[in-house]
């Protein structure tokens, strides 16, 4: 619902599975308006709205750096790492939601990629870390920063009154 909620205010998602969680929220969003000029009504609670992101709900996997929207198991990245493409849910702990055409990210995410970045940056800092692991370290700092980015830019057009 809240992911819902951020759409409608213009807080579009990151990731390489945003574009496809924004189609599907817009069909929710015109299922919703459809039925408003259709049966024009107060609602007292979110019902309708819950019926109609039902099938949305059951494919979500909530992590702590992001969302799965685990639609289609062969276009999830975890399971072709594993070798597992008949699995029936995403293996979390491989997630690669920075490359993996489900995933998502919204600015409740953001806190871990930013401190994941600082984290590294204090490795690559120090003297004691060697020279080669400083330079393996580099580009899993950048990828940190660049969903940050993306997941201010997302957010920034919301607040900009862009969508």
Not at 97 to 121: E, F, L, M, N, Y
């Amino acid at each position: 619902m809240q992911a819902f909620r951020d759409l409608q205010a213009g807080i579009i998602p990151a990731g390489p599975g945003a574009r496809g969680l924004v189609e599907a929220f817009s069909h929710v969003d015109a299922a919703l308006k459809d039925a408003a000029r259709a049966d024009p009504k107060v609602l007292h609670d979110d019902r309708h709205l819950e019926n109609l992101l039902r099938k949305q709900a059951k494919t979500l996997h909530v992590g702590s750096a992001n969302y799965c929207w685990f639609r289609d198991p062969s276009k999830a990245l975890c399971l072709r790492m594993a070798g597992t493409p008949q699995a029936t849910k995403p293996l979390v702990g491989m997630c690669d939601s920075a490359r993996c055409p489900q995933a998502t990210h919204h600015p409740c995410h953001r806190p871990v990629w930013a401190g994941q970045a600082q984290s590294i940056d204090v490795f690559i800092t120090s003297p004691r870390i060697a020279k080669g692991e400083k330079q393996r370290l580099v580009p899993e700092r950048d990828r940190a920063l660049r969903v940050v980015a993306e997941i201010d830019t997302a957010t920034g057009a919301a607040i900009r009154g862009g969508h």
